[in-house]
């Protein structure tokens, strides 16, 4: 029997503390995992990629900081797409539930079509009620989108155990940290159990998470004065280098730069590096 594969193609739009975005595309389902820019941004750098804005059908956003829901509401207005966030978020936000905002709770699965649907599984972040997000397309293929957490729960690594693609944050090394310039207080934070996944949480993640399905990794939201991106790919080398043959990539905060695909051939292996400036 003829079978339809619809694939996922998972693009970071960019990525740091200056703002996120990652858009999510499966059939003709568009999707945005927040909306961190300015919204002249936002429109720029979909253009970069060829998607019209007002083609985007959904924005999640996944808490309230400002590099993930900045122009979430007037894009989700501007553009005429559904705009969804859990109930904190939205009161933090001063977003109306149902008027202006979709609100979701943890782990209810939110349609967006038959091609697209999104999981949001909460995730310890200072406070904020953030959520990691788990996007399945129509074929049951998943990936994961995960930032902003102190540390990786028991309920997150079940689910990204079941994806082919994971999109994690390498926010920081520690040694970098700790040597560097920020107060105590701040570097306390960092590392707390509400702050940001440092280089070694990540890599430990990804190995205990590691199976064979899993086709790309993308090191996400790296701190410009924390972390660098050989420091952040040689850590995870380190751990799953001799067990992982798939993709490993670095989303920086000037995006996007690549795409991947699930479910789809590829030339390279699912990955395409995109020729923008
Ligand atoms: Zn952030
Ligand atoms: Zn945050």
């Given at each position: 029997m003829l079978s339809i594969t619809v694939g996922m193609e998972i693009t970071h739009l960019g990525s740091g503390s200056r703002g996120n975005s990652t858009l999510l595309k499966s059939g003709s389902t568009r999707v945005l995992?927040?909306?961190?820019?300015s919204l002249r941004q936002m429109e720029i750098r979909l253009g970069l990629v060829g998607v019209?804005?007002?083609?985007?059908?959904g924005i999640l956003v996944t808490h309230h900081h400002a590099d993930h829901s900045r122009s979430a509401m007037r894009a989700a207005k501007l553009w005429g797409a559904s705009l969804h966030a859990n109930l904190g978020t939205a009161s933090r936000m001063g977003w109306g539930p149902i008027s202006e905002c979709r609100t979701f709770g943890d782990l209810e699965r939110i349609s967006i079509s038959d091609d697209l649907s999104l999981l949001p599984i909460p995730v310890p972040h200072e406070d904020a009620d953030n959520v990691a997000v788990i996007a399945t397309n129509g074929d049951g293929r998943r990936a994961g989108i995960v930032t902003d957490l102190g540390e990786p729960t028991v309920e997150l690594k079940r689910h990204l155990s079941g994806c082919s693609h994971v999109s994690v944050e390498a926010n920081y090394d520690l040694r970098r940290l700790m040597s560097g310039p920020y107060p105590e207080s701040l570097k306390r934070r960092i590392s707390s159990r509400g702050g940001h996944l440092s280089n070694s949480q990540t890599a430990e993640m990804l190995a205990e998470i590691l199976?064979?399905?899993?086709d790309s990794i993308v090191l996400c939201h790296l701190s410009e004065k924390n972390n660098a991106p050989h420091l952040a790919e040689s850590e995870v080398l380190l751990h799953i280098g001799d067990r992982y043959s798939g993709d490993l990539s670095i989303s920086k905060q000037?995006?996007?730069?690549f795409s991947h695909w699930l479910g789809q051939v590829e030339p390279e292996g699912g990955v395409r590096r995109l020729s923008v400036p």
């Open positions: 995992v927040d909306c961190g820019f019209e804005p007002t083609s985007i059908d199976h064979p399905a899993l000037d995006g996007p730069e």
